[in-house]
């Protein structure tokens, strides 16, 4: 009886303060980022480059769930891309990284950026303003592996040609969010 008195028990004002205390403290850095327990976890690396391999680039993550690639079928991306669709891996911008060359930049009127090589003229990735400061979206062509981040699934499908037919297992959306 005691025993379940004390489980029942409302929190106290104080056992609420250190809880609240406790929600306040700033985010622990990623387990991955500290050496000693890194050999104990199993991230995802990966690399890419341009054509004419001026620009190269590694990746890291944490898991292959944090990575997610999609088609996009908006005229945005047809322009851009020259071919009917965009093929673009989202990832965190943590873990990427140019190990070699800088990319030129171009900001499009609609605020999406891209990055590519000034010398061969391919794609490395592109970022949305809300997006610059978190994530990249790589060029699904440019990875040395690109077959371990298959598709998830397919954004403005209103915009896909009739003769285009759907990726089997994957998400469709007319444009993004509905
Ligand atoms: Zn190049
Ligand atoms: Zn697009």
Redesign the pocket.
Known sequence: MLLSRVVHQKPTSIFRASQSRIFRLPTAPSFTRNPLLQTFIMSIHMKGRCVCENLQYSLELDSLDDARTTL???N??KRAFGTNY?LTTKVPLQGFKYETGTPKKFKQHNGVTREFCDNCGAYICEYGEEAADKFRYIMWGSFDEPEKVPPKGE??CKNKPKWMPDIPGTFRKQEIKE
């Open positions: 996009c079928h908006c945005s991306c965009g954004f403005f």
